[in-house]
């Protein structure tokens, strides 16, 4: 391998990564003092609703018809009472407690499911943030 010159290797590197439209991002930047820093930010809006889940029903999260584009964040509070929740249809492993809020970093790639497992409906606030 050749050795570079002094201009050479001082070139700089453009870091580049693409949106949802296909638009250039840039995920890294320099600080004043030639440090670098990233941004991983949720930067591109949020969906939050709070949805009725049948009794004994399982739902996928999602506000609307279908999962938020480049989500990087899903959050999920039980309104009336206790919900499980997990990443299959069939399975809901996890305990969402009354009243309890918690946000998960999960992208648009993986699927979160709902499950009540009472003999009422429950009401469950969610959101999906990118």
Same mark, same amino acid.
Do not use: C, H
């Given at each position: ?17 693409s ?21 991983d930010?949720?930067?591109n ?9 049948a %009794?004994?029903a399982? =739902? ?8 938020? %584009? =480049? ?24 305990? %969402?407690?009354?009243s ?11 699927? =979160? ?5 009472? %003999?009422?409906? =429950? ?8």
């Open positions: 391998m050749a050795d570079l010159t002094g201009i050479e290797s001082s070139q700089s590197v453009k870091l580049v990564g949106d949802i439209n296909g638009g250039e991002t840039t995920p890294l930047a320099s600080t004043s003092n030639q440090e670098l820093k990233s941004f930010v949720a930067d809006g949020g969906l939050d609703s709070v949805i009725t889940i %009794a004994a399982v =739902v996928e999260l999602k506000v609307g018809g279908s999962v938020k %584009a =480049v989500r990087k964040y899903v959050q999920i509070q039980a309104k009336g009472k206790d919900v499980t929740w997990g990443f299959t249809v069939g399975t809901q492993s996890f305990d %969402a407690f009354k309890q809020f918690f946000i998960l970093p999960i992208g648009s790639g993986t699927s =979160v499911y709902i499950k009540n497992n009472g %003999a009422s409906p =429950v009401d469950v606030a969610i959101a999906e943030i990118s």
